[in-house]
């Protein structure tokens, strides 16, 4: 049953020589799962194949941007075009504003944006402006959201950060730490509290609408709703951090499906189609605080670069034009999957915590609900990796982490869906009774 990866095997000790930890991104390395992390040197649709030649269906996309699978035709034609036409070109292009409108058409809170080229810098960027239009310094933040790896957000953060048990990060100055308030998801007491110690001293709260980064954990009812009423009461910014939700959860992100407006979002991963590309916008009176119009800086040499424009474009707008149809059919699907699975660990005896939004969801495994990072982590880590190594070994390649949400493109059909509850259902087999 053990798939070969030899090669994949030799790659990783090649990579370790010039790359720390063989790696671009630390959770690439699978060290929360153990095994040798598969090297894939191609993909289509829903299936990911590495260089042993192993073929897996994918649950992780990239982490995100690949909601309609590998190598979507109309986003390969996009950016091979656009590169016949040169990379790049550090001026202006119709194309950042046919993104911008296509983006701004989806998220009516955003009336104007600027494009970077990662999340990180769209978060970054957001949080700079958000303290040069309020004039404040603190930085409210939820433990377990993650917001990329800016110095001021590498607080309580999720993603790797919660994978490795890093409670921060080495290198970032407690000074700097010092504005940022890493307050519990889910607890309005401990917002109130935070605004009540320092009035008029924030400038925002980010959010990850739905917890992604720490697992799945949406948000209880209500809870987003005060957020944009307590902050709105102290003049304080609301930003969405929908770099993972944005495009994913609904076409109009979290702000969508929860009805709430905020003042900024940021945006990534989709937004690129797997291009290196992120957003961030809101009211224009804030966004006119940027240079060259305001006071706040921010730039970028390959910002709004023509072939993460052209993926972009494609990407989106294959999106919106089907988001009837799309939409709907990975709700039915996720669905399938995330409950299927979930019954399959209830016979075989294996307690499991499904939370799920639309094709964002997470098996944690654990017994109480899953509603903040301390319940999450909770969870039976060493489990979690003897199931990711079973399904691995299967062929499905679920995100390497419990602290990870998986994904869903409209590539995977009915029988993949079915094909990995069998890999389940013979994985909880065997770690039920190990
Ligand atoms: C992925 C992610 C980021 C960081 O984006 P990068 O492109 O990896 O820098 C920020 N916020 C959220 C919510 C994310 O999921």
Redesign the pocket.
Known sequence: MLRQLARSRALQQRAEKFLPGGVDSPVRAFRAVGGDPPFVVRGEGAYLEDADGNRYLDYFGS??PMILGHAFPAAVEAVREAAAHSASFGASTPAEADLAELVIEAFPSIEKLRFVS???EA?MSAIRLARGFTGRKYVIKFEGC???HADGLLVKAGSGVATFGIPGSAGVPEEIAHFTLALPFNDLSAVEAAFAAHPGEIACIIV?PVI??AGCIPPAAGYLQALREITSRDGALLIF?E??TGFRIAFGGAQQLYGIRPDMT?L??IIGGGLPC?AFGGRADIMNQLAPLGPVYQAGTLSGNPLAMAAGIATVGHLRENQKQIYPQLEERSAAVAEGIAAEAAKAGVSIVTNRIGSMFTWFFTQAPVTDFTTAAASDTQRFAAFHRGMLDRGIWLPPSQFEAAFLSTAHTAGHVQETIRAAQEVFGVIATA
């Open positions: 982490w995100g990662s999340g990180t978060t993650y917001h990329g990850e992604g980064n951090d770099v993972m940021t990534g991963k992120g």
